[in-house]
């Protein structure tokens, strides 16, 4: 049974929505317009740093990192109401230091990271002072299994050096961006799942080549931006590898199981929003002689809507529950299951809203161009649905395996 939200975190949520309806759903408009006011591509809107201010003296920052002096004292089932507070606007994370990959890239300092990794990284992120990104993906290899990963760390004397191309890589261009995590191989003959590790690089590395901004669909996602970068003999170093070599995989574990839950319950809060103008709309557009609202397909489409964001929501608190209770890996499927059916359900809400508002739905008047393609990346991002099906898959198969093997239910 999933225990009901802690009063720390209910009060946390208040103040929370609070913020929100005061200060970050007035400036929308605002966001957009600073965003593009510019001539550079990349560029902080200066309402985004009033705002981070503002909530920082209200003390709604680092909400996330649970079981840590760093966080807010909040559990994985505590955090994930507020994760989805947040993501009723795509940029609302970072005015409370809550967003990705800055929060994985936290957590893994916070975590594994050395005392003077700490302090030199983990403290300015922890600030507001500085954003991060993660370099894992690459072009020439099906990323989906990391095992693949091509790119070289080497050792040299009392240095590393980095070769290897990354690209999808989220934040690498947004303006504060001032270190990366880096997954490459130290050692090729290892056994499969010792043969990576990560890395700290500085973005002032020379040899770092910002090769383009990647396009999602025709959004390039400012100020972050998903880049392709190439490392060409790239030195740091030694007390730069983050626990040791070897160990990237897992470090990866430790990453990514409280990462889905802020995506997860991101991705209800962008549904929720989607949902609401879709009703609104439906209120108010009459076609055929009657209010769109009062036509029973899209009676039908709100009420499975409905539905399938009420079940994906309790879907992840019980992931967070297992993860706060048993670990990690004992709640491997559980937390696959959510990342399946949150970016399904989202990608299906998405494309409700967008239908529901004809034309004015493939433009981003109403933010709905930009939310169906951020949907459609997310699908992809941690891994796309049929890596995390396998997962679930053989954990239902290894129950019966083991059931058969001990000669029980024949």
């Excluded at 396009?215 to 931006?225: R, S, T």
């Amino acid at each position: 049974m999933i225990p009901a939200q802690s009063a720390h975190s209910q009060a946390i949520a208040a103040r929370l929505q609070r913020f929100m309806d005061d200060h970050v759903y007035p400036n929308e408009k605002l966001y957009e317009e600073q965003l593009h006011a510019g001539p550079e591509q990349f560029r902080v809107p200066p309402i985004l740093e009033e705002l981070k201010a503002k909530a920082k003296a209200q003390g709604l920052w680092n909400l996330f990192l649970p079981h840590s002096e760093n966080g807010a004292g909040l559990s994985n089932l505590d955090y994930a109401p507020l994760a989805e507070i947040m993501g009723r606007v795509h940029y609302a994370s970072e005015v409370f230091n809550c967003s990705a990959p800055d929060t994985g890239n936290m957590e893994v300092l916070d975590r594994y990271g050395s005392e003077e990794q700490k302090q030199r990284w983990l403290a300015p992120l922890l600030e507001g002072e500085i954003r991060s990104a993660y370099c894992m993906t690459e072009p020439a290899v099906a990323s989906s299994d990391a095992t693949n990963i091509e790119t070289r760390i080497e050792r040299d004397g009392d240095e590393y050096v980095i070769n290897g191309r990354k690209w999808f890589i989220t934040n690498a261009y947004h303006p504060n961006t001032r270190v990366f995590i880096l997954m490459g191989k130290t050692d090729f003959e290892a056994p499969r799942h010792l043969q990576q590790s990560q890395i700290l690089v500085p973005t002032d590395t020379p040899g770092i080549t910002w090769v383009r901004p990647l396009p999602v669909m025709g959004f390039f996602d400012e100020p972050k931006g998903q880049a392709e970068l190439l490392f060409e003999n790239v030195r740091v170093p030694t007390d730069n590898i983050i626990l040791g070599e070897g160990r990237g995989f897992e470090i990866s574990q430790g990453r990514l199981g409280p990462g889905r839950i802020h995506h997860c319950m991101r991705i209800l809060g962008q549904c929720e929003r989607m949902l609401e103008l879709t009703c609104k709309r439906l209120l108010n557009r009459v076609a055929f002689g009657k209010p769109l609202a009062s036509q029973s397909v899209w009676q039908e489409r709100v009420a499975e809507a409905r539905i399938q964001i009420n079940m994906a929501r309790l879907l992840t608190q019980r992931a967070a529950h297992l993860m706060d209770t048993v670990g990690n890996k004992e709640a491997r499927s559980e937390i696959s299951q959510i990342k399946v059916a949150a970016t399904r359900i989202g990608r299906m809400v998405a494309d409700i809203a967008v239908a529901a508002h004809g034309a004015a739905g493939l433009t981003n008047d109403f933010g709905l161009g930009y939310g169906f393609t951020r949907m459609q990346m997310l699908r992809m991002g941690d891994g796309p649905d049929e890596v995390h099906n396998r997962i679930i898959a053989r954990t239902e198969f290894d129950r019966y395996n083991s059931v058969h093997r001990s000669g029980e239910g024949e």
